[in-house]
């Protein structure tokens, strides 16, 4: 079945640091990937849509300077978190879709957890 | 995109058949419902996916009714492993909205 991997599985950083997190789909080809947040006891938020050779496509409210998102071939996506904050500390992970059509689902990674001291 | 609501949690007893309905009653024509669940920590997994009437894999199963404003995951004889959160998404493949889920607690 269609695996996508992300990496680190966890990660704590300082205080205005950067952290970069990979996603990669393992054994297919994506040309779309997604990127969410998800806090403790809350469900997933869409953060941006990853397009490998455009840019990102940012929800509301999420900035883009600072969640910097590469889509470069089509089996990675990193998203950067610059300049984090404490704030930022929360369960990051990726998707992706294996299939054009409209019913191919999504296929997530494990997450990355991530701590801002 | 169609919004869905489920149940927040649901209790069951090991061995038993649980059924985690969820409403989409803005549902377009062209969007399938699929289900994943997801355990603490991990991303979710897919479950199983259907446009209409049921559809059964080895995990579970998916009753959906001829209006297709809501569906029903069935998952037999549940085990302590099946405690998880269980979402429904319905929607445009290029964006998917979670909704709150389902914690499905597994009691012994």
């Known amino acids: 079945g269609a695996v996508v991997s992300q990496h680190p599985s966890w990660v704590i950083c300082k205080s205005g640091t950067s952290v970069k997190i990979e996603c990669r789909s393992l054994?297919?080809?994506?040309?779309?990937m997604f990127w969410y947040r998800q806090f403790p006891k809350q469900s997933l938020m869409l953060m941006a849509t990853?397009?490998?050779?455009?840019?990102?496509?940012?929800e509301q409210g999420v900035e883009k300077d600072k969640f910097l998102i590469n889509h470069a071939s089509l089996t990675l996506s990193t998203l950067t978190v610059t300049s984090a904050h404490p704030e930022d500390s929360s369960f990051y992970i990726c998707?992706?879709?294996?299939?054009?059509?409209?019913?191919?689902?999504?296929?997530f990674g494990n997450g990355t957890r991530l701590t801002v001291t | 995109l169609a919004k869905t609501t489920q149940p927040i949690s649901m209790d069951s007893y090991e061995g038993q058949e649980v059924n985690i309905t969820c409403s989409h009653n803005?549902?377009?024509?062209?969007?399938?419902i699929t289900w994943y669940q997801q355990f603490p920590s991990q991303g979710p997994r897919f479950i199983i996916q259907?446009?209409?009437t049921k559809v059964t894999n080895e995990v579970a199963s998916l009753f959906i009714p001829a209006d297709r404003k809501s569906s029903t995951l069935s998952l037999p004889r549940v085990s302590l492993s099946d405690t998880a959160v269980y979402y429904c998404?319905?929607?445009?493949?290029?964006?998917?909205?979670f909704g709150t889920g389902t914690k499905l607690q597994v009691i012994p």
């Open positions: 990853s397009n490998e050779g455009s840019k990102a496509t940012y």
């Open positions: 803005n549902i377009a024509t062209n969007d399938y």
């Open positions: 998404l319905v929607g445009e493949y290029q964006k998917v909205t």
């Open positions: 054994d297919f080809q994506a040309t779309t």
């Open positions: 259907g446009y209409k």
């Open positions: 998707s992706a879709k294996q299939g054009a059509d409209r019913e191919s689902p999504l296929h």
